[in-house]
Structure formats: C-alpha cells, structure tokens
C-alpha cells in the first residue's frame, strides 16, 4: 500500500509511455510555427524596450497600456495547472471548482480601486518593499521575500512542470526530462534577455491562443456528448464499469450536488462558507500582494490602464468554467474507466498514479478529440501557459531576489551589476526546477489541485492580514506584523506538517490523520488562520508605540492623499550609481576602454549596453518621480472603468446565481 502526500505518492512510478504520438505534418507544423512567432514576439519587445535599468526590465518602464496588462494577468494566473488540474477535479466532483475562477471577478476590482493606487502612491517596485517604507526594519522585508520564493518553486513552478509533463507525455510519449528541460531553456531566453516587457507581450499572444485552441475543444466536446442538456444527464451516470464491492458508491458515483457552485457547509467537498470567504483570502494573497500579479500592474502608464487591464482580467476569468471545467467533465464521461477509475491497480496502470486517474482528463481529450493540426494547436496552447506562468514566475521571482536579497549583500551594487545578478538568479531558479522534477513525477494523483490550495491556505492568510492591515489601518507597526506573520506561519506549519506526516490518502483508503486536525476543510482554515493573524497583528500593535503619521503619507488609505514630504523609517537599500563610479578605468577624465565585437553582441542582447542615460537634475529626478507616483486618472476615463468594475460585478452576481 502506498502514502500519499497532498497528491505526492511514495509509490515510485513506472515508465509507461503513451502510445499516441504527434508525429504528423500538421501537427509539428503548427508547434514550430507556435514557437517561431512566440520568439519573434519576444525580440520584437525586447529590441523597442529600455531594458538596461531597473525600472525598463522589472517594470517595462511604467509605459504599458491596460490591453495586454489584462491578457498578462490572466495568462499569469492561468498555467498547465489550471488545464489539468482544475479540469481533472472538475471530472471528480463537478463545477464546484469553477467558483475558484469566479472568486476573482470581485478581487480584481479589489486590486484595481484600492490596492495599486496605494502601491503607486508608495513609489516600489516589490511587495516586500512596500512593507519595509510602510513597517520599517528588514526582518519583514525578508521574511516575505524568501516565503514567496519558496512558495514560488514548490506550488506554482512544481505544479505547472507536474501538468506539463503529464500533457507532453500523453501526448507526445517524449522523455518527460528532455522535455520539460527544453521548454525551461526556451522560456528563459527571453525572460533572462527579454525582462517583463517580452514577458507581457508574450503573454498577450498566448492568451489569444489558450482561448481560440480551448474553445474549438469546447465545441468538439460538446458535440461529442450531444449538447448542454445531454451533457448534463451524461455526467451523472459516468461511472467506471469495474469497482470492488466494497469500495463505497461516493467513491465513483458522481456527487448529487455536481452542477451547484454552493455546496453544504458540512458535508460539500467545497463547502459554500469556504468558497465565499475563506477562498477569498488566498485570492486577496494572490491577487492583491503577490509579486507576480502586482508587478504587472505597476507597469501600466497610468491607474486607469491598471483599473481597465484589471477589468479585462475578470472579463477573461469568466472563461476557465466554459474552456477547463465542463470539457474536463465530458472527458468523464467519454471515458470514465480511465477518468474514474477506481481500482488502485488498474488506475496505476492507467496513469501511473494508484490513487485515481483525473488528472488526464484534459490531456486525453485532446489526443483522443482532435484532428490532426488542431491537436498540434492544443498542445501549443499548453506549451502556451506552461511557459507564460513560468515567464511570469521567473521574471517576478529575480526582481524579488535582486531587489529584497541581493541589495543586503551587496548595498552599493551598480545598476549593472543588479541586472545581472537578477539575470543570473533565474538561471539558478531553473536548475532548482529541473531538480525538483523527479519529486513532481512522482505526484501523479488526483489531489494536485487540493495540494495547490490547500499549501496556500496554510501559509498565505497571515500575509494576506499584514498587507490588508497595513493598507487600511495606520495604527498597525512593525512588531504587530512581524509577530503576526512568525504566529501564523508557525500556525499554518503545525497543520500542514500533521498532514505530511499522516498522508492525505484516497476515498480507497482514508488518512489515519485525526479528525480534529484534519477534518477541517482548508478554506475553513483559512478563515480561521487570517482571523487568528488579524487579532494578533492589531492587538500586538496596540500594545506597542504607534508609527507618526510623517512616516506614512500616502503609505496607508486615510493618508494616501497627502502631499508633505515624506520622512521613510529605512534608508534605501541601493541606489543608483553615479556614471563615474562605473569608470572602467576608475580615473576621472581617461576614456572608458571600448569594449570588443563579441562583448557588444552579448552586451546589446542581454540589454546591458553600456550607453549611459543622461544624468537628471535633482528637479528633473523629483518630477520624474512625481510621474511614477502620480494616480491622477481623467475624468471620462475614470467613469468608463468605474462603469465597466460596475457592470463585471453584476456578471458575477448572475453567474454565481444562475449556478449557485
């Protein structure tokens, strides 16, 4: 018998292999005319962008527009992850895990109206960042920073290479290390040569593809099944012909409530008080203080562009219960031996994974449904978001290094010298990817998207609490959300450890983890952990002396509007060098030694030019940074995205409605 650990099974797998191959002319054709334009798009933004300073490469110079903002937020979020994992939980228990995808519609207006103007108001380039002008000290600024690069490798980069592998190796039977180690090449290039405007741009285009490929699959799915209404009594007879007789009928038999969002609060696998408030405490962790999301906002060249492009994002978010969800569900009932198998050792032989197969469900639908050229499009649109989510994870991942971490060691680092040690650190990023994929092959279960989640619960609300608190309540100091965020991690560990250590198991064969520890939903937890860190953030603080409000203008909601200088609580930790102090030479007045052929190829290629930007007053400085800080909108614009926020919450409303 094997122990399963949030979806990571002991059991090592075998090498079976799809038979299946994309082997045609179609098909290939269509992925290297993917990657040729992918590419093109990448040197395209890489050669009409300033990407030899911090602000060109980390923020895309603050001058993009709302358009591919919005595509980049969506296809940021929407990894491999979402196709296989959502579409294989859709496959077990329904459209439940559709709500995840909805949550967001009002959380983008949350990150658009209220957190972004703050952030720009600040003048930062990372979160951790925030937190140090807002609290002052470093020990915050660390802590977030090594937190959410770990978060980074081992739920977002490991379930993202996970899903992939498992697509390619369905529907490619290639080695799953030559694979994924290729496409990690490929998406560092133009992340490492690129920064986030290659990153955005490159974006937008996937996003166009994610969409057109998913909605042909949508149509070939459902006209498979037979339309809406057949697809709907389908689903709830697809069981899988061979079970034991004494495996329990909630095992296999499709839930009741499989067509509802809101389930009971006791007894639903996602139980409605959870989906409500407690999913959107990690949605205000992700959304609204996490690098990845937040940097892509911070580089729109006004709030409007950032309120619009977040609109666009919940407009497109509307899509994954249509493009993931009910395709994940035909693909049971297409095929639910497989999908719902039951039995350990026939789903070991399916899938490699003894603890069930949903996990292909999208995979399977796209070699078993589609022609030939259009299953080539499929797997681009994989290729698509697998290599967006990673873009996005590596370029965000090296700005929190280079700006939280590497400016500690090394505080008079030139401009340069921070580029490149952002560059160099992706580079490690992707060695530690490739090592953790033997750990990801062996993952192989149903419970990878419950793993996501449920890490998340555990170690997001206390950030989630600091960064709301910070905002909207200036009483808030530095020892309040310090110890809030040590008390609450420790917390969160203590959970997730108690399950490492039991297992999660199977509806086969049940954790031995006890009922009190384990038999509260992780959506519950979060509620309770966020309200835990809240209580001891405020109290702390309110034992302590409070920060003066000349530390906070226009850190916090009630003083965003002010105008005085303000007095910040740390020093900077780097600052822009002097052009002299970058003499080769290190002599005043001798000429600088012209570097060779080769140095300016790599030099021009990397964005690292040794063309000098013209040295600014100290009044062009201040009204340089007036620019970057400024949140002013224009009033016709400002009443079109108000309108638009309006109507995207009213969407929500009906859409939770129509299937609550």
């Known amino acids: 018998m094997t122990r399963d650990y949030f979806g990571f099974s002991l059991r090592k797998a075998s090498n079976n292999t799809n ?32 990407r030899s300073t911090v602000g060109g490469f980390f923020l895309a110079g603050r001058s993009m527009v709302w358009w591919p903002i919005g595509a980049s937020l969506f296809a940021s979020n929407i990894g491999s992850g979402h196709f296989v994992g959502i579409a294989g939980t859709a496959a077990a228990s329904g459209i439940a895990i559709g709500g995840f995808e909805w949550n967001a519609l009002v959380v983008v207006i949350i990150l658009g109206w209220l957190f972004v103007p703050i952030y720009i108001k600040a003048g930062v380039v990372t979160m951790p960042e925030y937190l140090k002008k807002r609290f002052g000290g470093q020990r915050i600024r660390i802590y977030l920073s090594v937190l959410s690069l770990f978060l980074y490798v081992f739920t977002k980069i490991s379930a993202d290479m996970f899903s992939g592998a498992i697509f390619i190796n369905q529907a490619l039977g290639l080695n799953i290390y030559l694979a994924v180690i290729l496409l ?36 070939f799915a459902f006209t498979e099944v037979g339309g809406y209404g057949s697809f709907q009594e389908k689903y709830m007879t697809a069981i899988p012909n061979q079970v034991w007789p004494n495996i329990s009928e909630s095992c296999y038999v499709p839930r009741a409530d499989s067509f509802h969002i809101f389930r009971d609060a006791v007894t639903g696998d996602l139980p409605w008080p959870g989906l409500v408030f407690g999913l959107t405490v990690q949605a205000t962790w992700y959304w609204c ?21 977040c609109i666009l994002c919940g407009y497109l978010k509307l899509l994954p219960m249509f493009l993931m969800v009910f395709p994940g569900m035909v693909s049971r009932i297409l095929y639910p031996d497989e999908v719902a198998c039951v039995i350990p050792e026939q789903c ?46 590596f370029n965000s991942a090296s700005t929190l290094f280079t700006m939280d971490i590497y400016t500690k060691i090394r505080s008079h680092a030139s401009e340069k010298e921070l580029m490149i040690a952002g560059r160099v650190f992706i580079l490690v990023l992707i060695g ?16 990878l998207f419950d793993y996501i989640q449920s890490i998340t619960s555990y170690l997001t609300p206390p950030i989630a609490a600091v960064f709301m608190l910070a905002i909207f309540c200036k009483r808030v100091n530095e020892k309040g959300a310090f110890y809030g965020l040590v008390i609450g991690l420790a917390i969160g560990l203590s959970r997730m450890i108690a399950e490492f250590a039991y297992g999660t198991g199977s509806c086969v064969n049940p954790s031995p983890c006890p009922v009190i520890i384990c038999d509260v939903h992780y959506l519950y937890f979060s509620i309770i952990l966020f309200v835990v860190s809240c209580i001891l953030v405020v109290s702390i603080s309110l034992m302590t002396k409070p920060i003066d409000d000349k530390h906070l203008y226009r850190l916090c909601w009630t003083l965003r509007n002010r105008t005085e200088e303000r007095v910040d609580l740390e020093v900077e930790d780097w600052v822009e060098q002097d052009s002299d102090s970058m003499d080769i030479k290190g002599e005043r007045g001798m000429e600088a030694e012209e570097p060779g052929c080769c140095k300016k190829v790599l030099l021009g290629f990397c964005g690292l030019d040794d063309k000098k930007a013209p040295k600014l007053s100290a009044e062009e400085q201040a009204e340089l940074q007036k620019q970057l800080t400024d949140t002013s909108e224009k009033p016709l614009w400002r009443n079109v995205v108000n309108a638009n926020a309006i109507l995207l919450l009213c969407v929500a409303v009906f859409l939770h409605g129509f299937y609550g």
């Open 19 to 50: 038979s299946i191959a994309i082997n045609n002319a179609a098909d290939i054709s269509v992925i290297l005319i993917y990657f040729l334009v992918v590419l093109a798009v990448g040197v395209w933004a890489m050669v009409r962008t300033n």
């Open 184 to 219: 990690l090449m490929i998406t560092a290039l133009y992340t490492v040569t690129g920064g986030l405007a290659a990153v955005i741009y490159t974006d937008t285009l996937q996003t166009v593809i994610m969409v057109v490929g998913s909605f042909i699959l949508m149509g």
């Open 289 to 309: 203080t996490d690098q990845v999301i937040v940097q892509r906002c911070l580089s729109a060249k006004n709030l409007s562009h950032v309120k619009a492009g």
């Open 348 to 393: 070991q032989s399916f899938c490699d994974a003894s603890v069930g197969c949903t996990n292909i469900a999208y995979p399977k639908l796209v070699v078993d449904l589609m022609p030939n050229g259009l299953r080539g499009l499929m797997l681009s649109v994989m290729l698509a978001s697998l290599m967006s989510s990673l873009t996005s994870i």
């Open 432 to 447: 530690v990817s490739i090592a953790w994929i033997p750990v990801v092959q062996s993952a192989q279960s149903g419970q």
